[in-house]
């Protein structure tokens, strides 16, 4: 299923690759990643992946 979404947040314009969050106790649910332009939720129990999410970075003045 795909739902379409318009998301902004502010970015520092580091680089994003790789481990964004990583759940660190089972009270906490997701683990995020980036890789290329992908968002990846993962189920920081069983490491199954749940959700894609196509991002694109760019800057505003």
Known sequence: M????ALEFPH???A???IIFKADSME???DIYIYD???L???SWTGDL???AV???ARTQ
């Open 2 to 5: 795909k739902v379409p979404t």
């Open 12 to 14: 520092s314009g580091a």
């Open 16 to 18: 994003l690759e790789g």
């Open 28 to 30: 906490v649910k997701w």
């Open 37 to 39: 332009s992908l968002f």
């Open 41 to 43: 939720f993962a189920r």
């Open 50 to 52: 749940c959700y894609r």
């Open 55 to 57: 991002f694109s970075s």
